[in-house]
DNA sequence: GTCTATAATCAGATAGAC
DNA sequence: GTCTATCTGATTATAGAC
């Protein structure tokens, strides 16, 4: 019988995926907390409760293990572009976008990845599901930059690309740290603040 | 007789500290090339030349010799504001220091440390050099930021201490290196467009 | 797939001769 | 102070039983 068969492997299958999902979870966290290097397997197979034998049966590499985190983060960010009400201003899209992105970096779920090392490079673009994730948000952002463009929202004075890095770079902007280091603002402020600077520049207007 | 024995340690002292300040243009180098994790001591000593025991006579720990590198940039940075000519505007000055940040980025002379790790924050904060330097550029570039909000170039509504986290946050900006990596900007320009997004914001004027 | 136990490697730091 | 040689500990990754 199929009725009885094929849940018994759904079953299996999705106490795996839960497995991988707390593994990628606190793979998420220890990255924002500690980054890259500093962070060790050994911790994360800890966190979850499994020998560190087991998540290797699971991801091949440490390095494997951080581009799935990646690709995951990714997944959340394609899922909020796309959940963005299209009667926003592409300027509002925009900043609705860096504004999540930097409350996820406060609330420490923001993962943050050394820009130099090569090994966890190549097994990012290796990833399919990061670079793809990576492509259709940037698709998004670019078409909604030049929209803003068009409208005279953004400055036409700069290209494209330098907006989209821009406003990539505020998701590890340490400027957010350093003013919450401060413990004189909420998040709420730091978040203003830091948009502000963002998209209005330091320069009285 | 003074004039004799003088020279002679003089000299003794002279070698010992350029060797120390090779080991400090060494880690520099390296600090902004692979950061500080993925950087080691073995490197240091094998290109200055001596053995890594020898590199542990003058610095008693890697933090240490990072935060030796540290107060040395912290010392150029220092000259560099007080040989600023005084018939600028404060926000004249301020935008020369962060151009100034950023082409030394751009070289490969900028060390970045991981904000993160404590055992290196601490080793910086017990450096007096580094500290010192530190405070003094923060101070002079704090009132630059507040007569520049007094003439009305600098927005009035951000406080001062949001305005000098987010120049000194620019000598460590992704977006350089991104926009390197294209390699369809040469130095100036990237460093013309940053400037524009730091000061002038992404928004229209 | 999960576990215990262990390999293999690497890096920070030190001992002791000179 | 500088060297060679070594220690110590941590970390990635794997072998093999169940």
Redesign the pocket.
């Given at each position: 019988m199929v009725t009885t068969k094929a849940p018994k492997v759904s079953f299996k299958a999705q106490m795996?995926q839960a497995?991988e999902q707390a593994l990628i979870d606190v793979m998420n966290r220890l990255l924002a907390e500690k980054g890259f290097e500093a962070?060790?397997?050994?911790e994360v197979a800890a966190e979850v409760?499994?020998?560190?034998?087991?998540l290797?049966?699971?991801f091949?590499?440490?390095?494997d293990l951080a581009a799935a985190a990646m690709a995951h983060l990714m997944d959340k960010a394609l899922a909020f572009v796309q959940a963005m009400p299209a009667d926003q201003s592409a300027l509002d899209k925009l900043r609705a976008t860096v504004a999540w992105t930097m409350r996820l970096k406060l609330a420490g779920q923001m993962p943050t990845l050394p820009s130099q090392n090569s090994t966890l490079r190549t097994a990012l673009m290796r990833n399919k599901g990061y670079m793809d994730g990576l492509m259709e948000v940037s698709e998004r952002l670019g078409a909604w930059i030049e929209e803003a463009q068009a409208q005279g929202q953004v400055n036409t004075a700069l290209q494209p690309v330098v907006v989209l890095y821009t406003l990539f770079a505020r998701a590890c902007d340490p400027v957010l740290e350093f003013l919450k280091a401060t413990e004189q603002y909420d998040d709420d402020a730091i978040v203003d603040m830091v948009m502000s600077t963002c998209f209005d520049g330091l320069r009285q207007r």
């Open positions: 795996l497995r962070m060790t397997v050994d409760g499994i020998a560190k034998a087991s290797y049966k699971h091949p590499s440490k390095e």
